[in-house]
């Protein structure tokens, strides 16, 4: 486990789920799956087709909400840790402070996800917030403002989980920006030697 402020480490895992072997196609977990994917496909139709079917846009909107809020709950708490192994939350010591924890199941002997869910969790992870992006711009530049806070909701709600994964995934302790910062580094250098060898 890896926290922002300490190195301790808690299992938190259970531990019926230590023994096993990596599948590389097999889904483990087909309902966990399904549902990492249906809260935000429904939340997303039912935002795209809204105007077609409903007369009422508050009924919409509150759908919508809904529909994002369960994703969340379901991708944070529960296909997170069984589809990657992965989790984070935030906890209050005894002295009143908050501490953003992200944990990541270590080690070859314990069960791995299936590649086929490792990538079905990190498209949707990904795909889905850069969705709500493009929906508040086109919110944004059409001046639909009625719609705004929903996908603001919507980006706020599912990026927030895409940035807790990732962090769990590089490690709690690395910065982002860090990491984005040796990225680049890298990419400078590589181009640099290229064209010098080009020369």
Request: hydrophobic share 45%; charged share 20%.
């Amino acid at each position: 486990m890896l926290t922002d402020t300490n190195d301790e480490e808690v299992a938190l895992f259970d531990a019926e789920e230590d023994a096993g072997t990596k599948s590389k196609s097999k889904i483990k977990h087909p309902v966990a799956s399904f549902f990492h994917l249906f809260f935000r496909v429904v939340a997303l139709i039912v935002y795209l087709l809204c105007g077609f079917y409903s007369t009422s846009s508050m009924a919409c909107m509150v759908t919508i909400i809904l529909l994002l809020s369960c994703d969340f709950w379901t991708v944070k708490n529960i296909t997170g840790r069984l589809m990657v192994g992965l989790r984070w939350w935030n906890q209050v010591d005894d002295d009143g402070r908050s501490h953003w924890v992200f944990e990541s199941r270590k080690g070859t002997g314990q069960i791995q996800t299936s590649d086929s869910e490792s990538r079905i969790f990190w498209l949707g992870l990904i795909v889905f917030p850069v969705l709500w992006v493009i929906f508040s711009f086109t919110a944004l530049i059409y001046l639909n403002i009625k719609w705004l806070p929903v996908v603001i909701m919507g980006v706020v709600l599912q990026g927030a989980n895409l940035y807790g994964y990732i962090r769990c995934k590089v490690g709690g302790k690395t910065s982002l920006k860090n990491m984005a910062t040796d990225y680049l580094g890298r990419q400078f250098l590589k181009q640099t030697l290229s064209k010098e060898e080009g020369s």
